[in-house]
């Protein structure tokens, strides 16, 4: 039977590109490292690695063990939580989303830690691309998109939507294509996603974003209207981001012919074991959209 310390110390060197970093991360020696390698070379009866100097590439044998052998550590990292008790209200719950959702729905899962103090929240607001990213790579435990998942290892179901709003200084109150070529565009992570999106279904002159002039951009998710209320240009939003914006009276949104919803996904890893807390959470956040949405 193949030893799954070697298993482990194969796919922590692939992942890390380099001898002396596996070493540390592991808290082994190089030649400790390179004697893991050199046991699996032999139990496979193959080359996994071609050597070139302090560098290497992986072979077709090592490639193709590396997808299996990253499936199986995974596996036995969640056999851990699958045998150990798995508490429905305590733990910590590891979430992400875009932080429009996020600023609505975090502080309504603190109430819910306040009700199960053991019960952790750990959110972090962030774009679709990295909620995708960090599924795949199981460092949480379930995240929320605005879009579906390009990852095959992400499952995602629809739960909800959220109007797309344009924002526009309080001195363009009824904003016309002419205006918002002169403001110029207020960017964030998921803004060209979300302009493009209300844009297109409400001005026929739109081509694309590059046609106006990017007059900014933040990543921080209660500041991206900060420079439209100061006159700096235009931005389009989810609803709930826009209202927990403190500064009312200097923006003003417009409701737009044609309605844009941006859909909310439930995202899951499909592999990854869902734990009784990681259930707890999920069914609160369904639930507190269900009544949103009423």
Not at 124 to 142: G, H, T
Request: charged share 20%; with cysteine.
């Amino acid at each position: 039977m193949i030893n799954p310390t070697w298993l482990r110390t194969f796919c922590t060197l692939v992942e890390r590109g380099h001898f002396t970093r596996t070493a540390e991360k592991l808290h082994m020696t190089q030649s400790g490292v390179s004697q893991h390698i050199r046991k699996l070379e032999e139990h496979f009866d193959t080359l996994l690695l071609m050597r070139e100097g302090k560098q290497f590439s992986l072979t077709d044998a090592g490639e193709r063990l590396y997808d299996e052998a990253h499936q199986i550590i995974a596996n036995l990292s969640d056999l851990d939580s699958k045998i150990r008790e798995d508490a429905t209200f305590a733990g910590v719950v590891r979430i992400m989303s875009p932080g429009s959702i996020g600023l609505k729905l975090y502080p309504h899962l603190l109430t819910l830690q306040q009700a199960f103090p053991r019960l952790i929240i750990d959110y972090r607001f962030a774009p679709n691309s990295d909620v995708e990213q960090a599924l795949a790579e199981r460092k949480i435990d379930f995240g929320i998109m605005s879009r579906r998942s390009t990852l095959k290892e992400v499952d995602c179901q629809l739960i909800s939507s959220e109007a797309l709003l344009l924002v526009t200084p309080a001195s363009l109150p009824d904003p016309h294509w002419q205006g918002l070529l002169e403001l110029g565009f207020i960017d964030h992570p998921d803004g060209t996603h979300h302009a493009g999106l209300l844009l297109s279904q409400n001005f026929t002159e739109f081509q694309n974003m590059n046609m106006f002039e990017k007059k900014g951009f933040s990543n921080q998710i209660g500041l991206i209207l900060e420079p439209v209320s100061r006159g700096l240009g235009f931005t389009v939003l989810p609803s709930h981001a826009v209202s927990a914006f403190a500064k009312q009276s200097l923006i003003c949104t417009s409701e737009l012919e044609k309605p844009v919803k941006d859909s909310l996904y439930l995202s899951l890893n499909h592999k990854k074991y869902v734990r009784n807390r990681t259930q707890t959470v999920i069914n609160e956040v369904n639930n507190w959209l269900e009544n949103e949405n009423k």
